[in-house]
């Protein structure tokens, strides 16, 4: 079974803190998202990665930032947390290849305050 | 521009009845994917079903299937025999190109809510 585990289901963080979210997969994905998910709006990309150290930005990237320095972890990097990043962010993996689906972790749901 | 327009932001549909939720998207890429996700109140993602752009039939996974009109780019997925534990959201998503390395680009999904 493909296993795509975030650190956290739940975060309570202050503003202004640098907050870190990872994102772990085991079955070998080149692939690894970040997306982040409001009522009424779905899910937006916020960052992607096809490959180890490359990264793309997605459709909401400013305030976050990304690392992947390892083909199984995908991090999320708020450099200084506000308010109105309070919100679920979900990682998912996939393979390289077309028709693939990606695979999700359980999400982290971020409350700053 | 939105890639993936669910337009139904809410739908109800009686217990063993059919229902169709609607997905429109847009692109210019003749090789693309279509998924469909289920999303139940615990929050967890769930794959349903995938349809390719080339695929010549409509793609079926048990009580789900996909009514593909590639013409009108619409791929709106029918759930038959509703049961109470399809309430849930919905999301019509959406993978462009044929290298397999772009994101899944996904709609504003669809709370559908099964009365008994």
């Known amino acids: 079974d493909v296993k795509v585990t975030q650190s956290s289901r739940y975060l309570v963080k202050r503003t202004g803190e640098k907050v870190f979210l990872e994102c772990v997969q085991d079955?070998?994905?080149?692939?690894m998202f970040w997306y982040r998910q409001d009522p009424g709006l779905g899910l937006r990309l916020i960052y992607f990665?096809?490959?180890?150290?490359?990264?793309e930005k997605g459709d909401i990237p400013e305030g976050y930032s990304v690392s992947r320095e390892k083909k199984e972890r995908f991090s999320l990097i708020l450099e200084s947390a506000s308010t109105n990043q309070t919100s679920m962010y979900l990682c998912a993996s996939s393979l390289r290849r077309v028709g693939t689906e990606a695979f999700f972790g359980q999400g982290t749901r971020l409350t700053v305050v | 521009a939105q890639k993936i327009t669910q337009t139904q932001p809410g739908m109800f549909v009686q217990e063993k009845e059919a229902v169709t939720l609607d997905c429109t998207y847009d692109?210019?890429?003749?090789?693309?994917?279509l998924f469909w996700y289920k999303q139940p109140s615990s929050g967890e993602m769930i794959f349903l079903i995938y349809q390719g752009s080339y695929d010549q039939q409509n793609a079926t996974e048990g009580r789900y299937s996909l009514n593909f009109q590639k013409a009108r780019k619409s791929a709106n997925l029918v759930i038959s025999a509703s049961q109470l534990g399809d309430s849930a959201m919905y999301f019509c998503a959406m993978r462009e190109g044929g290298s397999g390395n772009t994101p899944l680009v996904f709609g504003k999904g669809t709370r559908l809510s099964v009365i008994a």
């Open positions: 079955m070998d994905h080149e692939n």
């Open positions: 990665s096809y490959d180890v150290k490359m990264k």
């Open positions: 692109t210019s890429d003749p090789s693309y994917g």
